[in-house]
């Protein structure tokens, strides 16, 4: 079976690996992208599609919520899951999440086994 790819947008190298560590260790294929621009190119570019995107929000050229935003203007990632990991916790930070179209909010620091069972319950 292959493997399902995972794309996470993040503008720290250290949050990008610490994440990457946990999807490789749990099976997933992981892309990585250094902000919203970045991960739609990613993204766009291509050839075997990413299952999921697991995306900070603070980050230069293109934030989290605006890459969320472009992603569910498109048809094809309309339905694609979104995980927010981010370093706000305000209730106001989640709504504008979740309005952006985010399925889930996780608050930094990250609980590996957290986030481990939200994307297996979002890819099941
Ligand atoms: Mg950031």
Redesign the pocket.
Same mark, same amino acid.
């Given at each position: 079976m292959a493997r399902s790819i995972v794309l996470i947008a $993040? $503008?720290?190298e250290m949050i990008r690996n610490f994440h990457s560590y946990i999807l490789k260790s749990a099976g997933y294929d992981v892309l990585t992208a250094v902000d919203g621009a970045d991960a739609l190119e990613k993204i766009y570019g291509c050839s075997e599609q990413p299952v999921m995107v697991i995306t $900070?929000?603070?980050?230069p050229n293109m934030d989290g919520y605006t890459l969320i935003e472009r992603l569910r203007e498109v048809p094809e990632y309309e339905d694609m899951p979104i995980i927010i990991v981010s370093t706000e916790e305000e209730l106001k930070d989640k709504e504008k999440g979740f309005e952006a179209g985010a399925n889930i909010y996780i608050v930094k620091p990250t609980d590996p086994e957290i986030l481990l069972e939200n994307i297996r319950m979002l890819l099941s």
């Open positions: $993040d $503008d720290s $900070d929000i603070n980050m």
